[in-house]
């Protein structure tokens, strides 16, 4: 196995670059292709609960809810086709995800976010007139189709796009357009549910075609990235774009290294199978465990289901959906601060902290629900002071998952792929997001209706071990380059071990067969 020798970066370079107004409103526009998941997040799990939505397309679960007042409180949405429309929208997430890094990798990611919005426009439209259990199927599929390639773009375009020193920062505003999608959602479920005649889901639905709009012309508007040109033998072009961005002349450094990258990048035929590649090892193990960790927070159950979970703990149709209104405000905020920390305090102190307070309250909110509910769900009658309580400590879990795992969990895999595999591994990383999402959103219900209030303490288990695992295996990218981040691994105790690197501390990439 020859080695080419292209060698990145010493490690110790510092690219010049000020964080021009081209750069914050290019990656504000891509980042809002975040807003079109969040839209859809927030909107499903209050569209369930609409009795009229119900009795059109699942009368069985309407029948059971309404005649069902004594049956046992955890089993009352337990429901496999309402299940099953939340997330079918996930598998086909999952399977354009791996397209989506084909045209990605291949004509850039301006072409894939443009694919995105197009596909989730389509869906929310056939999803708004849906007349029929297979058109809302057939609308979450394309919705889903169209999150697979925006999911797989933006943070990709958002990561290479950044200078450095402001990647976390400029790179979250992703998660924070998921979060404003989330609640702009969950605002309008809670005025389109109390239309008369009962058509408002219909408008929920169908209103994701705004968002969908705004990414749609917005790729259409974006420049594309200068490694993404350079990826494609635009290389003159390429430099003129990152002078720009970078609002400085001496771009030379950088481009150098971006050049080297994708040298070593074509020299790889396969980066699928590359993956596999033992020096690609640490890559491979973040992309598969940060977004299934991201998952196993159990942060979904709160934000698909809050009303439904609300609505189980004893709140009426109009406050359950009124606190998940609040549990979303508490979402946009703490991704703020999130925003704010993130090139600051670093990557691993979040995800630390965060993991720490999502634990406690996750077994405070097992506990509480444990005490009222016990084992048969059948809590008498619910003081006003325990639901406030049960609220409060669901937005401190909420609060801390959207300063920790929930931006980090895009963030940290965008900014650690060495150019070569960067595509593939995103959508790897996209990927095991999806699936873990699924598993979660369909059986979440049936969880709740068999392990009770343990299913908390499930999750809490997962947050444990995912934060010993940051603990111990993710090293700090905070403030490094993203063409020198095999220095991080390079340095890192157990990591050092895979990755190569020669006596000078530089890098050798690009070996081929
Ligand atoms: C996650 C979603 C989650 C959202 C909540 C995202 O980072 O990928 O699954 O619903 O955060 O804000």
Redesign the pocket.
């Given at each position: 196995m020859p080695a080419v020798g292209i060698v990145i970066g010493d490690g110790n370079r510092e690219y010049p670059g000020k964080l021009t107004l081209y750069v914050t409103m290019t990656c504000i526009v891509a980042a809002m292709g975040g807003l079109i998941?969040?839209y859809d997040?927030g909107i499903s799990g209050g569209v369930t609960t609409m009795e009229s939505f119900q009795k059109e397309f699942f009368p069985s679960v309407y029948e059971k809810q309404k005649n069902d007042h004594e049956s046992n409180k955890y089993c009352k949405f337990d429901s496999i086709p309402l299940t099953l429309f939340t997330s079918s929208l996930y598998l086909a997430a999952l399977c354009s995800c791996v397209v989506a890094s084909y045209v990605t990798r291949a004509f850039g990611r301006k072409l894939s976010m443009l694919l995105g919005g197009v596909l989730f426009c389509a869906g929310a439209l056939l999803n708004g007139f849906a007349t029929a259990v297979w058109m809302l199927i057939v609308g979450r599929l394309l919705l889903g189709f169209g999150i697979g390639f925006t999911n797989q773009s933006v943070p990709l375009y958002l990561s290479e796009m950044a200078p450095y020193k402001y990647r976390g920062a400029l790179n979250i505003g992703f998660?924070l357009s998921?979060?404003i999608g989330?609640l702009v959602a969950s605002v309008l479920n809670f005025f389109f549910s109390k239309i008369p005649g009962g058509w408002g889901w219909r408008l929920s639905l169908g209103g994701a075609v705004v968002p969908a709009l705004i990414i749609t012309v917005g790729s259409l508007i974006l420049p594309d990235t200068p490694n993404s040109m350079i990826e494609r033998g635009r290389f003159k072009q390429a430099e003129t774009k990152l002078r720009k961005i970078r609002g400085v002349d001496n771009v030379e450094d950088e481009m150098d290294d971006l050049i080297a990258a994708s040298e070593a990048s074509k020299l790889v035929e396969h980066p699928w199978r590359n993956l596999l590649q033992r020096k690609y090892r640490p890559h491979l193990t973040m992309a598969i465990l940060i977004?299934s960790f991201?998952?196993l927070t159990g942060?979904?159950v709160i934000?698909?289901y809050a009303p439904v979970l609300f609505q189980t703990i004893g709140f009426g149709n109009d406050a359950a959906l009124m606190s998940a209104v609040v549990t979303g405000l508490v979402?946009v905020g703490a991704?703020v601060v999130s925003i704010y920390g993130v090139d600051k305090w670093g990557r691993r102190f979040l995800f630390i902290e965060g993991g720490l307070q999502m634990l406690i309250s996750q077994v405070a909110v097992a506990a509480a629900i444990g005490a009222k509910f016990g084992v048969d769900g059948n809590p008498g009658v619910l003081p006003k002071w325990y639901a406030i309580v049960v609220v409060l400590f669901i937005c401190i879990y909420v609060a801390a998952?959207?300063w920790s795992?929930?931006?980090l969990?895009?963030l940290v895999p965008s900014e650690i792929f060495p150019l070569e595999i960067r595509s593939a591994a995103q959508s790897v990383t996209v990927s095991m997001?999806m699936i873990f999402?699924f598993i979660i959103a369909q059986v979440f219900l049936m969880m709740l209706c068999h392990m009770k209030f343990g299913l908390f303490i499930f999750f809490a288990f997962f947050v444990a071990v995912m934060s010993v695992f940051i603990y111990v295996f993710l090293p700090e990218t905070r403030g490094v380059p993203i063409e020198e981040m095999n220095q991080v691994w390079r340095s890192h105790w157990y990591w050092s071990r895979f990755v190569d690197g020669d006596e000078n501390g530089r890098v050798e990439m690009g070996k081929v067969h």
């Open positions: 998941f969040g997040i998660q998921i979060t989330i977004p991201q998952q942060i979904n934000m698909f979402n991704t998952f959207a795992w929930g931006p969990g895009w997001n999402t």
